[in-house]
């Protein structure tokens, strides 16, 4: 799961108590999407979401437990900050990414663990799935287009993450529906998630009992970190592929008709393209250098050190590929593909061995480099990549020293 869907995704579809999805209206993929009674209204909010439907039924479950939540997210906060050996209270954009990462893997956690899994999610957990992703999907928002904003360097306050959310469209899912939390109530969280705001105490038996049903926390915070990673290295995988079919695409005169549709299907794969007005190499560059820079909060530098030494990308300029000079295009291309898969691929089978040890799944199978291939540009790219190493031109006429 963790590696075809990725945590967030994958876990999405795990049920509550009450017998709800606790991704609601974000379940995916799109065909374990149920469809249950829940009542939605208009947003009246001002900003993105106004004249949105929002889900009322979730909200309801939010506030439910609202109290709890707020208290729960602290303490695990304190802890978070505590394992770590920050300096302060306050959270920067990537440190509240990885932390925002433990509100998806909780319950991912919960359930796929061999020792005493859970079948459904209690009330507190589930409210805490649906509101601690809030960091991770706006930092995930503005990686697909672009933006370099998530590496800034200082705490943020509430309001300025919440006018990211609401300006980036991480406030609308993907069906064109609203967040349902009000304003306030999105910065009360924000505050408390990251800037430890809550003052109160910490009395609450039903984040006691939350906390108290991980167990092994060193190896909770293992499963953390391992799927966290393997998340991103499929991501750069992606990005990194998506760069060289983009350039070889847009090079005339370069592919036939049968190479440019798969071209077209491992870019529809691994690319998320972010809209009109965007350029796109800009774009691919910049998402490569927060998913390294995320890397790096995550403790793993060696993959950018890999890449720079591998000439992938360019020490100087981010995530942005080095421009092949002379040689056969087609080739090159082919040779990048490989070799970007290849790199990855050693770290993406450690973090899914490291997963599955947490998990205490020791006899799980692992990963081959062509499931990496598959899963970053789809079935597409095994044949393209054969057509590209034939080395022809247009016309069907060799063009040059094998690969």
């Not at 590696?3 to 795990?14: A, E, L, M, P």
Request: hydrophobic share 40%; proline share 4%; glycine share 8%.
């Amino acid at each position: 799961m963790e590696f075809d869907y990725d945590v967030w995704n994958g876990i999405c579809t795990f049920h509550s108590h009450d017998g709800r999805q606790i991704g609601e209206n974000n379940t995916g993929p799109d065909v374990y999407k149920e469809v249950i009674e829940t009542e939605h209204k208009i947003c009246k909010f001002e900003g993105s979401r106004n004249g949105l439907p929002i889900n009322v039924t979730a909200l309801r479950q939010v506030m439910a437990v609202w109290g709890d939540a707020l208290q729960f997210t602290t303490l695990l906060r304190n802890d978070y900050i505590r394992r770590r050996g920050l300096s302060g209270p306050r959270l920067t954009l990537r440190q509240g990414y990885v932390f925002s990462k433990l509100g998806a893997a909780w319950p991912a956690y919960l359930a796929r663990k061999r020792s005493n899994p859970i079948t459904s999610l209690p009330a507190l957990e589930t409210a805490f799935f649906t509101l601690g992703v809030g960091p991770f999907m706006i930092v995930r928002t503005f990686m697909e287009r672009g933006d370099l904003a998530v590496l800034h360097d200082g705490p943020l306050t509430a309001a300025e993450l919440y006018e990211m959310a609401d300006g980036s469209g991480t406030l609308i899912s993907a069906g064109g529906k609203g967040c349902a939390g009000s304003k306030k109530l999105i910065l009360d969280f924000l505050d408390v998630t990251m800037n430890g705001t809550f003052d109160k105490p910490l009395d609450s038996v039903e984040a006691l009992r939350a906390l108290n049903s991980i167990g092994d926390w060193d190896e909770f915070y293992a499963y953390v970190y391992a799927t966290s990673r393997l998340e991103l290295l499929v991501r750069l995988t992606q990005y990194l592929c998506a760069q060289s079919l983009w350039s070889l695409q847009s090079r005339d005169g370069v592919l036939n008709e049968a190479e440019q549709a798969l071209v077209k299907n491992c870019l529809d794969k691994s690319y998320h393209v972010p809209g009109a007005g965007y350029d796109d190499r800009t774009v691919m560059g910049n998402f490569i250098q927060v998913v390294l820079a995320l890397l790096d909060e995550l403790e793993m530098p060696e993959v950018r050190t890999a890449l720079v030494n591998a000439s992938l990308v360019n020490s100087g300029n981010g995530g942005y590929l080095i421009d092949q000079v002379g040689g056969d295009v087609r080739v090159s291309a082919a040779r990048r593909l490989r070799l970007a898969t290849e790199l990855v691929f050693p770290f993406c089978r450690q973090e899914l061995d490291a997963t599955h040890r947490t998990l205490q799944r020791y006899q799980s199978t692992t990963i081959t480099l062509d499931d990496l291939r598959t899963r970053a540009c789809g079935p597409s790219l095994q044949p393209l990549l054969a057509l590209l190493e034939t080395r022809t031109n247009l016309q069907g006429a060799p063009t040059g020293v094998p690969a």
